[in-house]
């Protein structure tokens, strides 16, 4: 299968095969006028089965959500049909509003207009804790 | 500007100078009578507290200084649903220090992060409790006069006992700690404080069920209460309840040095027979938190005398 080529944009590869929509849904990929193209199960030389979205236009990219999702993304950035940068993802140190506390007893579940923050306290088992009550995020099922 | 929202919020240095600076207080309280003199402590409390709220304005009254404040959600704005945030906004027009009680974990934060005056975490839902902590520290040096090369009892309720694992982590960046931990299975110290906090940072420690099994090693043994509802089954709790309850008779298998230290409320886990024992730490604790506290006041509002 083809997808067009972009001209100027912006390509997210290497994503986990199935995680393309959730890639699409957290960076509010929905709210762009531009084309928007979501690749799934395309085939991998370095991890078998990936998700790629491809984004027609500039686009400011939040590295951080996409740093949380899937380190492993890279992020190439189109001009003239060429790419002139590739990024590569770390876990960031923060996230700002991406999760939510689920501690009855944390402030945030009563101060709504909080900023939901988490800090990264163990890089090696990508575990967030956060900063008001030190919460684990829970694993979603 | 700085605040004391959690035990590490200070150097080991940093808190070395505090207690020095309770116990020069000690020994020369008229020198410090007017330290604070036209300053003001709020004391917001948003949930009741006897020793601690007190101790705040006992501690602010000694120093010359003013206290204003509320002891209850109830007599506040919070009643008509007002956040932290706007609370200290307007507090900080009035007073020069903030020391504040809340019951939501991470209130002391958002509090921190609105102020313009300092603000002292003076207990948030069952996070942090520093305060007590620095009490804590300062009774363990002026008990035994040093803070490394002891061995530490916990008995009694270790899983939920903000005030146990805050003094854990304060006193493992102390030389030589032995940490003895007596408690029922169900009862003992959350994973992570186990995996996160003693496996990371390569500190051992010894479990046991049984206060009997080692009272006879212990330097301190800090009690805190063991409720009946925290057991899973009813057979466990009537076979080991005793075991978490100190009395004189238990006492005579501790050494003749040994210091009994609780945070207090006390209910039945100390015998009022231990009361009269020179063992027991536990008034002489709450008193030393009024002296901490008038030394916290003094450092954070950058009085030096």
Same mark, same amino acid.
């Given at each position: 299968?083809?997808?067009?080529? !972009?001209?100027?944009? @912006?390509?997210?590869?290497? /994503? $986990?095969? *199935?995680?393309?929509? =959730? ?45 949380? !999702?899937?380190?492993? @993304?890279?992020?190439?950035? /189109? $001009?003239? *049909?060429?790419?002139? =940068? ?56 | ?305």
């Amino acid at each position: 299968m083809n997808i067009d080529s !972009i001209k100027n944009g @912006i390509v997210l590869d290497h /994503i $986990k095969a *199935g995680m393309g929509m =959730k890639v699409y849904k957290d960076l509010g990929l929905e709210t762009l006028e531009c084309s928007v193209a979501i690749i799934q199960n395309a085939t991998s030389g370095k991890i078998g089965k990936k998700d790629i979205i491809k984004i027609s236009d500039d686009f400011h990219v939040n590295l951080d959500v996409l740093g949380y !999702i899937d380190p492993d @993304i890279t992020v190439n950035i /189109i $001009k003239e *049909g060429k790419i002139v =940068k590739k990024m590569t993802l770390s876990l960031p140190e923060k996230i700002v509003n991406i999760e939510k506390c689920h501690n009855p007893r944390c402030i945030t579940s009563v101060e709504q207009e909080l900023d939901q923050i988490f800090y990264l306290s163990d890089r090696e088992k990508k575990v967030y804790r956060c900063i008001y009550c030190e919460s684990k995020i829970k694993e979603k099922g | 500007m700085r605040h004391l929202i959690e035990p590490f919020d200070f150097t080991v240095a940093e808190i070395d100078k505090i207690l020095d600076l309770a116990d020069e207080i000690v020994k020369d309280k008229e020198k410090y009578q007017e330290a604070c003199k036209h300053k003001t402590l709020a004391t917001l409390f948003f949930e009741p507290s006897t020793r601690t709220r007190l101790s705040f304005e006992a501690a602010m009254l000694e120093l010359g200084g003013n206290v204003l404040g509320f002891s209850s959600a109830q007599s506040s704005s919070a009643a008509k649903g007002e956040s932290v945030a706007d609370t200290i906004r307007t507090v900080c027009c009035y007073a020069d220090i903030i020391a504040m009680r809340h019951p939501k974990e991470g209130s002391a934060l958002v509090a921190k992060n609105y102020a313009t005056v300092p603000i002292i975490n003076a207990g948030d839902g069952g996070h942090n409790h520093p305060t007590q902590t620095l009490t804590d520290l300062l009774t363990i040096r002026r008990e035994k006069g040093r803070l490394n090369n002891l061995t530490v009892g916990f008995c009694g309720d270790l899983k939920f006992g903000r005030t146990v694992h805050s003094l854990i982590k304060a006193l493992s960046r102390y030389e030589n700690i032995d940490f003895v931990m007596i408690s029922p299975e169900e009862l003992q110290l959350p994973g992570y404080i186990r995996e996160d906090f003693f496996k990371k940072n390569n500190i051992t420690f010894r479990q046991y069920e049984r206060m009997e099994d080692v009272i006879g090693e212990l330097d301190i043994i800090y009690m805190t209460r063991v409720q009946r509802e925290r057991f899973f089954n009813e057979a466990d709790y009537i076979r080991l309840k005793d075991s978490y309850i100190l009395n004189a008779e238990k006492l005579k298998m501790a050494k003749p040095d040994l210091s009994i230290l609780h945070p207090l409320p006390r209910v039945n886990e100390i015998s009022t027979d231990v009361d009269s024992d020179p063992r027991a730490c536990y008034f002489r604790q709450a008193l030393n938190g009024k002296h901490v506290r008038m030394a916290l006041i003094m450092t954070l509002l950058g009085i030096n005398i």
